[in-house]
């Protein structure tokens, strides 16, 4: 298999050869969970009533990270093969966008969105935060997805063409299945990373983890106890994502052999 590509800001995905007991995933992930355990149970008040008035802005954080994603996903994927269209006009579409949207700041797009854009159409905020992060995120899975088709060898494209695939079925059924295999790992990488990001849209007043614990704290002002049960809630959550990525992606690897 090719090289894993360069993975953005997201947190390491534990290596499968990574079995020492005290690796830093380990000693991070347990020890988050440890401290979410020991801190109620040392001071209920106020650890516990923090971790009770924060699972629907979990729930909410997990709507909004997954179904950002899932457009992402699509919108990377056109990107990224319009990315290496010969069509002159399409790739420059693609090209454009994807330089574009890479230089303006993620919170900007949500503010515009929202608010710049709510002058012409009202869009809920929810939608508008979903939107600005698919975009956002669309512009990287896409380049993401353009050096994955491009890591696999050119030969592999010339011998379907030779054997009667159209280049769009040779793409569907032989190039796109490997570009899966080498992109999963940037891809998951990207995942949580927007899981993180979508702390962003509490400004939106979308009730996510960020935004209970901020109302939270607003109301008793313990804002040390409150920020401190969110960040190692976030903790746990990107940790124990990049750990189901590893996962996949030894799966893949055994079934490539």
């Known amino acids: 298999m090719a090289d894993r590509i360069p993975t953005s800001d997201g947190t390491l995905i534990p290596e499968k050869k990574a079995r020492d007991i005290f690796s830093a995933w380990k000693i991070a992930f347990f020890g988050a969970i440890g401290l979410l355990i020991f801190l109620p149970i040392y001071s209920p008040d106020p650890f516990a009533r923090i971790l009770l008035f924060l699972p629907d802005g979990i729930l909410r954080t ?28 399409v790739n420059r579409i693609a090209t454009v966008y994807v330089e574009v949207i890479r230089g303006i700041p993620l919170l900007v797009q949500i503010f515009y969105i929202y608010y710049a854009l709510g002058r012409i159409v009202k869009i809920p905020d929810i939608a508008s935060a979903i939107i600005a992060m698919a975009v956002c995120y ?58 993180k990001d979508s702390s962003l849209v509490s400004i939106l007043a979308v009730s996510d983890l960020l935004r209970r614990g901020r109302e939270f704290a607003s109301r008793t002002f313990e804002y040390f106890e409150t920020l401190t049960i969110v960040a190692l809630v976030y903790l ?22």
């Open 62 to 89: 997990f709507q909004v990270t997954v179904f950002s994603i899932l457009l992402a996903l699509v919108i990377g994927l056109v990107a990224g093969l319009g990315r290496i269209s010969r069509v002159r006009i």
């Open 138 to 195: 669309g512009a990287y899975l896409a380049e993401i997805i353009r050096a994955g088709i491009q890591s696999v060898p050119k030969g592999q494209m010339e011998a379907a063409l030779a054997l009667g695939f159209s280049r769009r079925k040779a793409m569907q059924h032989i190039i796109l299945p490997q570009t899966i295999k080498i992109t999963l790992p940037p891809i998951g990488n990207e995942f949580i990373a927007l899981l």
């Open 236 to 257: 746990v959550l990107t940790l124990f994502f990049s750990w189901i990525v590893g996962k996949m992606e030894e799966r893949l690897s055994r079934d490539v052999r």
